[in-house]
C-alpha cells in the first residue's frame, strides 16, 4: 500500500519511448489550447458586452468570470512550463502531479463559462 502511494507522489526518470514524448507533447498542445481559449475568451466578453451595448452595470457574475478566466490562463501557463521544466530535467511527473497539472485550469475555465453566460442571459431579459 505504501509503495502504490509513493508511485503516485513520486517523480520517475524520463522515459525515452517515443509514445511518451508524444504524449507529453499531446499535454503540452492541450495546455496551449486552454490557454489559447481563456484569452479568447477574454476578448469576447468585453467585445461581446460592447457589441450588445447592455446598460447593466458589471456585476460580481461578471467580475468573477473574468478573474476564473484569467487564473484559468495563467495555471495553464504556469502547467505548460512545469511541463517543459520536467523534460529539461530528465523526469517524468507523478501521477498527482500530471492530473493536478490539468484540472485548475479547465475547470476554472468552466465557472468563467458558467458565470459569463449567466450575466449575458440576465442582461438581456
Known amino acids: 500500500m505504501k509503495a502504490k502511494l509513493q508511485e503516485l507522489v ?9 509514445h511518451y514524448l ?38 460580481e457574475g461578471l467580475t468573477y468570470s473574468l478573474a476564473a478566466v484569467v487564473l484559468s490562463a495563467v495555471f495553464a501557463f504556469h502547467a505548460q512550463q ?14 498527482i502531479k500530471r492530473l493536478f497539472r490539468h484540472f485548475p485550469g479547465f475547470s476554472l475555465l468552466g465557472i468563467s463559462i458558467s458565470y459569463a453566460f449567466s450575466y449575458f442571459e440576465s442582461s438581456l431579459h
Do not use: W, Y
Open 10 to 18: 513520486k517523480d520517475k526518470p524520463i522515459e525515452q519511448s517515443p
Open 22 to 59: 508524444l504524449s507529453q507533447e499531446l499535454e503540452f498542445e492541450f495546455l496551449k489550447s486552454i490557454l489559447t481559449f481563456a484569452m479568447a475568451f477574454i476578448g469576447g466578453i468585453v467585445t461581446l458586452k460592447t457589441a450588445l451595448g447592455i446598460d447593466k452595470p458589471i456585476n
Open 82 to 95: 512545469e511541463l517543459i521544466s520536467d523534460l529539461r530535467k530528465g523526469r517524468t511527473a507523478s501521477k
